[in-house]
T-cell receptor, first 116, second 113 residues
């Protein structure tokens, strides 16, 4: 079955440490996205990538970094510069801008990051 | 700017009651509109969508109509079940080549037996 996987489901980090969240998709989608979700709030876009080896900042990119070396993978690093990293992180993908369904995003199950 | 506003939650209903969750938007251009559902501890699932004015999206008994004149996309269901308990997000995508979604803050629905 095609889909998006995120690992780990739960992640604990000490203050001052960088941590990398995994996101893999086998849907053959060109575009991938990272969102942050805080309690009682909607999703906020961190970074997105429309094609391999290219990515753009979203609305809250400070303290985060990404890479897109393979079509299937879009890892997110939460750096020590992120002042309030405890949140639920969601990865998504879409088929790509060339398709009429380009804006229909499919989501992974999420990673809950807690800073101790 | 572009934004989405949803009614405040939580919404608490008895099983088989009628559901309405209000969603209004502000957007430049001609957005596509979406409803996503999030069950506890999970990611989001696309529930339904509409891509132009007067389109009606429907899925699993849920419906929403794209109303350009009132800039609204209210979610409705005639008879809710306990299994519908979840958080519902309204979202829009502006007509561009980025595919970016703008989400409302979410509305929690609790259905009691």
């Amino acid at each position: 079955d095609g889909g998006i996987t995120q690992s780990p489901k739960y992640l604990f980090r000490k203050e001052g440490q960088n941590v990398t969240l995994s996101c893999e998709q086998n849907l053959n989608h060109d575009a991938m996205y990272w969102y942050r979700q805080d309690p009682g709030q909607g999703l906020r876009l961190i970074y997105y990538s429309q094609i391999v080896n290219d990515f753009q900042k979203g609305d809250i990119a400070e303290g985060y970094s990404v890479s897109r070396e393979k079509k299937e993978s879009f890892p997110l690093t939460v750096t020590s510069a992120q002042k309030n990293p405890t949140a639920f992180y969601l990865c998504a993908s879409s088929i790509g801008w060339a398709s009429p369904a380009y804006n229909e995003q499919f989501f992974g199950p999420g990673t809950r990051l807690t800073v101790l | 700017g572009n934004s989405v506003t949803q009614m405040e939650g939580p919404v608490t209903l008895s099983e088989e009651a009628f559901l309405t969750i209000n969603c209004t938007y502000t957007a430049t251009g001609y957005p596509s509109l979406f409803w996503y559902v999030q069950y506890p501890g999970e990611g989001l699932q696309l529930l339904l969508k509409a891509t132009k004015a007067d389109d009606k999206g429907s899925n699993k008994g849920f419906e929403a109509t794209y109303r350009k004149e009132t800039t609204s996309f209210h979610l409705e269901k005639g008879s809710v079940q306990v299994s519908d308990s979840a958080v519902y997000f309204c979202a829009l995508s502006i007509s561009s080549n980025t595919g970016k979604l703008i989400f409302g803050q979410g509305t929690t629905l609790q259905v009691k037996p």
